[in-house]
């Protein structure tokens, strides 16, 4: 069973995400990531596809935060991390790699990156191809246009079965 109930197909850029889906406002949608940093980094988006965040109405941006907040929250409580980094890349030169604008909710925690040098490791991380999202879901998620495949790296992109089981188990913590 789908871990929102909506009739419409919900689509993040291209690429269908209807089912890693796990919670849904008027204006936006919050999913698990294909390729999570860290554990319960997800995405926060608008319903509305849209490249920049200056191109989001003032409702829809309203929305989007409020929702980021929310979101946020219910993550940092789940994987029980003490704080959040949330990140936009609005545009391509800021490493933006799908044209639908999106915010990153990382929940972290003490020394979670030491082993890669510090608790700033996570912008490079965002910025390297390990943080490309386009890429990602171009190689496992049904999308509306062809998009090249690219290489495999050794962090293995989730399966649609983990990614909605996932998905499944968030959106009944959102509302707790």
């Given at each position: 069973?789908?871990?929102?109930?909506?009739?419409?197909?919900?689509?993040?850029?291209?690429?269908?995400?209807?089912?890693?889906?796990?919670?849904?406002?008027?204006?936006?949608?919050?999913?698990?990531?294909?390729?999570?940093?860290?554990?319960?980094?997800?995405?926060?988006?608008?319903?509305?596809?849209?490249?920049?965040l200056s191109d989001l109405s003032h409702a829809e941006v309203a929305d989007l935060f409020?929702?980021?907040?929310?979101?946020?929250?219910?993550?940092?409580?789940?994987?029980?991390?003490?704080?959040?980094?949330?990140?936009?890349?609005?545009?391509?030169?800021?490493?933006?790699?799908?044209?639908?604008?999106?915010?990153?909710?990382?929940?972290?925690?003490?020394?979670?990156?030491?082993?890669?040098?510090?608790?700033?490791?996570?912008?490079?991380?965002?910025?390297?191809?390990?943080?490309?999202?386009?890429k990602h879901f171009s190689e496992n998620v049904h999308?509306?246009?062809?998009?090249?495949?690219?290489?495999?790296?050794?962090?293995?992109?989730?399966?649609?079965?983990?990614?909605?089981?996932?998905?499944?188990?968030?959106?009944?913590?959102?509302?707790?």
């Amino acid at each position: 069973m789908p871990p929102i109930s909506n009739s419409q197909p919900i689509y993040f850029g291209n690429f269908l995400v209807t089912r890693q889906v796990f919670h849904l406002t008027p204006y936006s949608f919050a999913l698990v990531n294909i390729k999570p940093l860290l554990p319960g980094h997800v995405l926060v988006s608008p319903q509305r596809v849209v490249a920049r965040l200056s191109d989001l109405s003032h409702a829809e941006v309203a929305d989007l935060f409020l929702t980021v907040q929310r979101v946020g929250r219910m993550v940092e409580r789940v994987y029980n991390a003490s704080s959040l980094n949330i990140a936009i890349q609005d545009g391509v030169d800021a490493g933006q790699s799908v044209p639908h604008v999106h915010t990153h909710v990382i929940p972290r925690s003490k020394a979670d990156l030491d082993e890669r040098g510090g608790s700033d490791a996570i912008y490079s991380m965002l910025e390297g191809e390990e943080g490309d999202v386009g890429k990602h879901f171009s190689e496992n998620v049904h999308q509306r246009s062809k998009f090249p495949v690219v290489d495999v790296e050794k962090r293995q992109p989730r399966s649609m079965v983990e990614m909605a089981e996932e998905a499944c188990y968030l959106a009944s913590e959102m509302d707790r």
